[in-house]
């Protein structure tokens, strides 16, 4: 298959992108300068950076001294920490490890040949400090228990506290930097310059604007959108009271086409892909969940069998999943499906074969046992595949619409489609994480009911912990706003009363968001009244 997007080439180690020599290109690059630079608020002269620090040097040290970012090593990544040892990775260490990934590739691209670096100038540019502040703010927004809290945190938002624009982890950790964390200059929010909070939008719309009853087909959405569109999007990166704050920040890049990330965005988007494909099946191996036997015979009957199993319909497939084979045949035709644009069968077929290589037939094939020999094991499989992924890059003037202007060349993105095939197969899929996520998903019912009731009783409302009640004030507040400058983005005639509720449901899960996984367990218990340890943990909520 053709490889559209432009491999780099590392030939100069002291290029930097280049600015257009056009007529009035200086001025327009002054331009485009200042807007990516620009603040939410305009920071007093007391605020600006010192010693030579560039203000994108600034957004990042904000991100890292937050409080939002210190949480995360508390907060699951894919399988919970309690019982698998210290090597697990959590979201702290999956960010640094993004961040680290994230930063070479910028640092590759700045690096590449003239044509690259012109079409990323003309782009907007790639900061590769940006970059990094982005990656390092990317998992800010995400709840406690992994993906399963942010699953049950929109099912719960919507159909219990009448916010239909639900929960999302991009959309909180827009909100957080935007509105949530504080810093001197705001008072809301971190402040982050233009380029950063466009950074950050991996999926850079609402969740109503993609609602509609034409679910249309699946190549032609964005990825990200989902086909059941009367739902609206699956993935998007701000709310309600985001969405104009948005808007704003997306103006700063004009050459971007609508519903596309910035070059920014798409190298922190790739690097989380391969950190997440790579890096997580350290702690899988290390916890002795990926077993040998059982991933190499899906890998094998599947390359064994392919002509015939591509022969069977999809309703056998779907009914007989647990057939070694199948699972990975019906992730081929999802693949091929929505992402006709790069899939190629052969090129999946050499996926299939590399992975079955490096690592079942190499790192799999020996136990961990917790020896020097193993870690040195998992140590060199990890460099090898996060290597040749994030050296496997093209640069896209126009990228299809379910792909960005940084892309995975075919070989490598078709890498990390296995690589994430035996993620879920073989680890999300696992009765004894299912059954444990149920009991997490019980956790976050009870916190919601729970505060949600006392918030609603006008008798104990008052003496609620002061966060809750300050984000109550406060979130009611801009809803307020938005009715008044926005009233579009709002039902028709929306009275005081339904926006009451919409501030008080926002605010309760911005509150439950925040919590790691340990505070979520422990406000349950404070909750049910079953906890031994009132005090202690009462004085952190």
Same mark, same amino acid.
């Given at each position: ?6 491999p780099?080439?590392?030939f100069d180690?002291?290029a930097h992108?280049?600015?257009s020599d056009a007529a009035?290109?200086a001025?327009a690059?002054t ?9 939410m608020?305009a920071e007093p002269?007391?605020?600006?950076p010192e010693?030579g620090d560039?203000e994108f040097r600034?957004?990042?040290?904000r991100?890292r ?5 210190s949480?995360?090593?508390a ?5 919970p920490q ?6 697990v990775?959590?979201?702290?260490t999956?960010?640094?490890?993004v ?11 700045a690096?590449?040949?003239?044509p ?5 100038a003309a782009?907007?540019g790639c ?5 990094q ?8 927004g995400h709840p ?10 929109d099912?719960l ?9 639900g929960? +999302? ?6 909100? @957080?930097? %935007?509105?949530l964390d504080?810093s001197?200059? /705001?008072? &809301?929010?971190?402040?982050?310059t ?6 950050v939008?991996?999926y ?7 609602r509609?009853d034409s679910?249309?087909?699946a190549d032609?959405?964005?990825r990200g959108v989902g086909?059941?569109r009367?739902?609206g999007?699956?993935?998007y990166?701000a709310?309600?009271l985001?969405a104009?704050e ?14 596309m990330q910035?070059v920014?965005c798409?190298?922190m ?6 950190a997440?494909?790579?890096h997580?099946l350290?702690d899988f191996y290390?916890?002795g969940?990926l077993?040998?036997t059982?991933v ?6 599947w390359?064994e ?7 069977? +319909?999809?309703?056998e497939?779907?009914?007989? @999943?647990r %057939? ?6 019906? /992730?081929? &035709? ?13 090129a999946?077929?050499?996926?299939v074969?590399?992975?079955q ?5 190499g ?14 094991a998992?140590?060199a ?18 990228p ?11 070989d490598a993105?078709h890498?990390?489609?296995?690589l994430?095939?035996?993620h ?13 996520q149920?009991?997490?998903a019980?956790?976050l ?6 505060f ?12 609620m912990?002061?966060?809750?009640t300050d984000?109550?004030?406060a979130t /009611?507040q ?14 028709a ?14 605010a ?7 919590f ?12 049910s009244?079953t906890s ?9 909520l």
């Amino acid at each position: 298959m053709e490889n559209t997007s432009r491999p780099l080439s590392h030939f100069d180690e002291t290029a930097h992108p280049l600015s257009s020599d056009a007529a009035g290109g200086a001025s327009a690059a002054t331009d485009a300068a200042t807007a990516i630079r620009r603040r939410m608020v305009a920071e007093p002269a007391s605020e600006a950076p010192e010693h030579g620090d560039d203000e994108f040097r600034v957004d990042l040290e904000r991100v890292r001294f937050s409080p939002y970012f210190s949480r995360l090593s508390a907060v699951t990544q894919v399988i919970p920490q309690a019982g698998s040892g210290t090597t697990v990775h959590n979201r702290l260490t999956h960010s640094l490890k993004v961040t680290a990934v994230a930063r070479s590739i910028a640092i590759g691209l700045a690096n590449a040949d003239e044509p690259t670096r012109r079409t990323i100038a003309a782009l907007g540019g790639c900061e590769p400090v940006v970059v990094q502040a982005a990656a390092s703010a990317h998992d800010l927004g995400h709840p406690p228990f992994g993906h399963l809290g942010e699953q049950v945190l929109d099912r719960l938002s919507r159909d219990r506290l009448g916010l239909t624009d639900g929960f +999302e982890g991009n959309a909180q950790t827009f909100r @957080i930097l %935007t509105a949530l964390d504080a810093s001197d200059p /705001t008072g &809301r929010g971190l402040n982050p310059t233009a380029a950063v909070r466009a950074a950050v939008l991996k999926y850079p719309w609402t969740k109503g604007e993609w609602r509609s009853d034409s679910p249309g087909p699946a190549d032609e959405l964005p990825r990200g959108v989902g086909t059941d569109r009367r739902l609206g999007a699956w993935k998007y990166s701000a709310y309600l009271l985001g969405a104009v704050e948005m808007a704003g920040v997306l103006e700063a890049y004009p050459a971007i086409r609508p519903n596309m990330q910035t070059v920014e965005c798409s190298v922190m988007d790739i690097a989380d892909d391969i950190a997440y494909s790579v890096h997580d099946l350290d702690d899988f191996y290390r916890a002795g969940i990926l077993e040998h036997t059982t991933v190499s015979a899906e890998l094998t009957n599947w390359l064994e069998n392919q002509r015939k199993l591509a022969a069977l +319909e999809q309703t056998e497939l779907e009914s007989s @999943i647990r %057939t070694p084979g199948y699972s990975l045949e019906l /992730t081929w &035709r999802r693949v091929r499906e929505k992402d006709g644009w790069i899939a190629d069968e052969g090129a999946f077929r050499d996926s299939v074969l590399r992975v079955q290589d490096g690592l079942v037939e190499g790192l799999l094939a020996v136990p961990y046992d917790g020896g020097f020999e193993a870690d040195r094991a998992v140590a060199a499989f990890t460099q090898h595949w996060i290597n040749r992924l994030k050296s496997s890059i093209g640069v896209e003037a126009n990228p299809d619409i379910r792909s960005s202007h940084v892309q995975l060349t075919p070989d490598a993105w078709h890498d990390v489609v296995v690589l994430k095939f035996v993620h879920s197969r073989f680890v999300l899929d696992r009765p004894e994480l299912r059954i444990y996520q149920r009991g997490q998903a019980k956790v976050l019912e009870s916190l919601v009911d729970g505060f949600h009731e006392w918030l609603i009783d006008p008798n104990d409302a008052p003496v609620m912990p002061r966060r809750l009640t300050d984000s109550v004030e406060a979130t /009611t507040q801009s809803y307020f706003e938005l009715r008044e400058d926005s009233p579009q983005l709002l039902p028709a005639g929306i009275n005081d009363p339904a926006l009451i509720d919409l501030g008080r449901g926002r605010a309760l899960i911005d509150y439950i968001a925040s919590f790691t996984d340990a505070q979520a367990m422990s406000a349950a218990a404070l909750l049910s009244g079953t906890s031994e340890r009132l005090w202690e943990t009462g004085r952190s909520l």
